[in-house]
């Protein structure tokens, strides 16, 4: 976000931001694809506001897994909006910014972070403009101030975009790296880029693994809950909705994972206690450690098609972190829920007691 190529490399501006190995801060980039000194394809990126002697280049051959690529291309994302001093109503507790920091006197450097509290106060007005005076106390996510808190103005705030970034260029390249473990087949993209493909069946696995997490809103729709599994981290999952007979308010889903390392991943993401996965209306997901389970054989295959359709504010995700209001209100929710399972338990203990004493004849 703070570097700039010269005008004449490329005329169009930068539609992307990418965070950079080295010091874990978002940039807004400029992209070619080009030979490297082997002659082999590679990515250069080119750093906005800074010189050429600043450009990466990542070659197609560099990444040793699916996996790797698939974590480099998770460092890209649409450019993110400056918030705007009448935006600031908008901002409440969980909010996500890509955020300016500050280290010396001018090394200014983005990261993203989740607002905590919210300090309102009366707007001044300048020349007729209205200028926002609040602050926005945000807890870091990632580079060096990670898990500490600092308070913000708006003009230091960033709203995020998490969608897969339209960038020709970018895709041109994945698709490129990605041939050379997928046999040049490149209708894998999925496997990158849930956003723009559907979902392929997941064949030649001896095993997969899936788990079941409860109370979700029953507007949520597959491709949703898979675009934000992947958002958080990087997973390529197939997921299915199941909706129960009895009258309930919420549904439930099963998330099938290749492999039993990508299901621990999942598994300690959801059961991490700093923060609680949450509906807009504040739901919280509820997934137990012993809900997870291995199955024989190839992962079976749940075609799903993408939609342009706006889905319900209800159904969008978002993360409550561990020290907001948000986040009491959803652990208390899922004490309620984990009482409701243990009643539950009790109860089919019984039918199954009751059912065994009719059927063999020992009423």
């Not at 089919?348 to 020992?362: H, I, N, V």
Request: hydrophobic share 35%; net charge negative.
């Amino acid at each position: 976000m703070a570097r700039k190529r010269p005008s004449e490399a490329v005329p169009a501006p930068p539609n992307l931001e990418f965070r950079a190995p080295g010091d874990d801060a978002w940039y807004e980039a400029r992209l070619a694809v080009e030979e490297d000194v082997e002659g082999d394809a590679a990515l250069r990126v080119m750093y906005c506001n800074f010189s050429g002697a600043f450009d990466e280049l990542y070659p197609a051959d560099r990444f040793a897994s699916p996996r790797e690529l698939e974590e480099f291309a998770g460092r890209f994302r649409p450019t993110s909006a400056q918030l705007q001093d009448e935006e600031c109503g908008m901002v409440v507790e969980g909010t996500e910014f890509c955020a300016a920091h500050t280290f010396g006197d001018r090394d200014v450097r983005f990261y993203d972070a989740v607002v905590e509290s919210v300090r309102r106060s009366k707007h001044r007005s300048v020349n007729g403009e209205a200028i926002c005076n609040c602050t926005f106390v945000v807890l870091w996510k990632h580079g060096p101030i990670a898990g500490e808190r600092t308070p913000i103005n708006v003009q230091d705030a960033c709203i995020m975009e998490k969608k897969w970034p339209q960038n020709p260029t970018l895709d041109h390249f994945l698709d490129i790296a990605r041939s050379r473990f997928n046999g040049n087949d490149k209708t894998s993209k999925q496997a990158i880029d849930p956003e723009r493909s559907p979902l392929k069946p997941m064949l030649g696995e001896n095993n997969y693994h899936a788990f079941w997490i409860d109370n979700l809103e029953k507007d949520l729709s597959p491709i949703t809950m898979n675009d934000f599994i992947y958002e958080q981290t990087s997973l390529s999952s197939q997921i299915e909705i199941s909706y129960s007979v009895l009258p309930v308010m919420s549904c439930s889903g099963m998330v099938l994972l290749r492999t039993e390392k990508e299901a621990k991943k999942l598994l300690d993401f959801l059961l991490d206690p700093a923060h609680i996965v949450v509906s807009s209306r504040g739901r919280p997901w509820f997934v137990r450690d012993d809900w997870c389970q291995k199955f024989e054989g190839a992962m079976p295959r749940y075609e799903v098609k993408r939609s342009n359709r706006v889905q319900q504010d209800s159904s969008k995700l978002k993360l409550a972190y561990k020290g907001t209001k948000e986040y009491e209100r959803a652990k208390e929710l899922q004490g309620l829920r984990h009482e409701f399972h243990n009643h539950l338990e009790c109860i089919y203990r019984r039918l199954e007691s009751e059912e065994r004493k009719l059927l063999t004849g020992r009423g």
